[in-house]
Nanobody, 120 residues
Framework: QLQASGGGLVQAGDSLRLSCAASGRIFSSYVLAWFRQAPGKEREFVALVRWSSRTTYYTDSVKGRFTISRDNAKNTVYLQMNVLKPEDTAVYYC???????????????WGQGTLVTVSS
């Protein structure tokens, strides 16, 4: 089970850190990812981290602004979001899968989502 938190209402240029706490064991081969879904749009990939190697991958629109990380001891993955833009407004979901993939179809556990609203 995944529990996402940390969303909120911020202004453009501000920062937020999202957290996703996992209950149960996360196998070293697993990949933890963040996706987001804006109103009226499809769910899109944001970033992922491989649990064992810390290898990360980002969608182009967040490179240089967002950082994904994980804390093995706390079974938690984070998404540090800096220089937020209005177009970052969305419900953010954390997800767990076994494929190094940006497709939501490859993820089998999902958190409940946390809303991030960025005002201009």
């Amino acid at each position: 089970q995944l529990q996402a938190s940390g969303g909120g209402l911020v202004q453009a240029g501000d920062s937020l850190r999202l957290s996703c706490a996992a209950s149960g064991r996360i196998f070293s081969s697993y990949v933890l990812a963040w996706f987001r879904q804006a109103p009226g749009k499809e769910r899109e990939f944001v970033a992922l981290v491989r649990w064992s190697s810390r290898t990360t991958y980002y969608t182009d629109s967040v490179k240089g602004r967002f950082t994904i990380s994980r804390d093995n001891a706390k079974n938690t993955v984070y998404l540090q979001m800096n220089v937020l833009k209005p177009e970052d407004t969305a419900v953010y979901y954390c997800a767990c899968g076994s494929q190094y993939s940006s497709s939501p179809l490859d993820y089998f556990y999902w958190g409940q989502g946390t809303l991030v609203t960025v005002s201009s």
